[in-house]
């Protein structure tokens, strides 16, 4: 005769071999809810980490350390949630559950282990680990995939769904990494890499630069400060028509400051500029600026640190500040090396 203990241990053993198994298809469905929700929540933090920097005008490590926060985000949304339930929000929209091989919802130490395999598959093989984990449900007999195997658990389907509102939610998941990019690119960060030399040996060609583009939404910018700003380049030599490219400069003269080069060194107001950033002393021919010349309200001069080697407001003359893009706050170079850009003085 058996106890009470592994009679309820049989009962919930066959439970789940009566349950039906969620599929591939619904699997695929609650993940893409899933990245949905979880692109909200990294565009929260990179957000609330940006307007940190911004509003508090300090450094860019505020904005790494709420940046970085996506990462134990990620494991608390599918690790709390599954304890607790056995559902995230896209399993709960798709009426999955995920179950231990008691029948209940995973201890924390199984939904480490199997958010941490999906995890490991996902970046030691980038693309394919993941893509491999959901195929192995369509192709096993019991539909479960490689991190269920690691972490014996089971995803049973528990309730119905409404189909038009999880392919909506599914679709707009599938998409939303895209969105929040662009997003970002498009009001917070701008990323750019540079080509050209103009401003060695601060910003080196091949290096990622990355600017704040909410930097001047209540500031003004300041002496110093290096900016991603789009300039006016001629289509061709002699040519009145001119493109848009975009390019990094530095700022070294506000509306009213008085500029002039004189033996290679620029003078503001009447005071000789200590610039430690460049590299050797320019030319003073400014076919772009008469000299002295008096910066007109709404724009400023900027100029390469690679002064004999840019194509900068000597040539083009001032800039209006409504072309500037952002502050950089990062230079980031071909081998992983971050290196942040202090405001001027």
């Not at 071999?17 to 909200?40: E, P, Q």
């Not at 959901?134 to 409404?162: E, F, M, Q």
């Not at 003004?220 to 490219?245: F, M, N, Y």
Request: aromatic share 6%; charged share 15%.
């Amino acid at each position: 005769m058996l106890d009470q203990g592994t009679a309820d241990k049989q009962r919930h053993v066959a439970g789940i071999k009566k349950a039906t198994a969620a599929g591939f298809f619904l699997r695929v469905l609650a993940r893409l809810i899933d990245v949905l929700a979880l692109s909200l929540i990294v565009l929260v933090l990179i957000a609330v980490g940006l307007l940190s920097t911004v509003c508090a005008n300090t450094d860019t490590s505020t904005m790494i350390v709420w940046a970085g926060l996506a990462g134990p985000a990620t494991l608390i949304y599918f690790v709390g949630f599954t304890t607790r339930g056995g559902q995230t929000a896209g399993k709960w929209l798709t009426g999955i559950r995920v179950i231990d091989s008691q029948g209940q919802p995973p201890s924390l130490r199984t939904a480490l282990v199997r958010q941490v395999t999906e995890a490991c598959l996902t970046v030691l093989i980038p693309v394919l680990g993941g893509l491999c984990n959901y195929l192995w449900v369509a192709v096993s007999p019991n539909k479960r995939s490689l991190h269920d195997l690691a972490a014996r658990t089971h995803v049973i389907r528990v309730g119905r769904y409404s189909p038009a509102l999880v392919l909506m939610l599914s679709g707009v998941g599938a998409l939303s990494p895209f969105v929040v990019n662009c997003a970002v690119q498009q009001y917070w960060i701008s990323c750019s890499i540079v080509r050209s030399s103009a401003m060695e040996p601060t910003v080196q060609p091949g290096d990622l630069v990355i600017a704040d583009r909410l930097a001047y939404v209540h500031d003004e910018p300041a002496i110093g400060d290096v900016v991603l700003v789009k300039i006016p380049v001629p289509l061709h030599q002699g040519a009145p028509a001119v493109s848009v490219v975009i390019s990094v400069k530095r700022v070294v003269g506000l509306p009213g400051d008085v500029l002039c080069c004189r033996q290679g060194i620029l003078w503001r107001n009447g005071e000789a500029v200590r610039e430690p950033y460049v590299r050797t002393p320019m030319e003073c021919k400014w076919p772009g600026l008469p000299q002295p010349y008096r910066v007109a309200r709404g724009h400023v001069v900027l100029l390469g640190d690679n002064r004999d080697n840019s194509y900068d407001s000597s040539h083009y003359g001032p800039v209006p500040i409504a072309s500037i893009i952002g502050q950089v706050l990062v230079v980031a170079s071909p081998e992983g090396e971050f290196e942040p850009v202090q405001r001027g003085q």
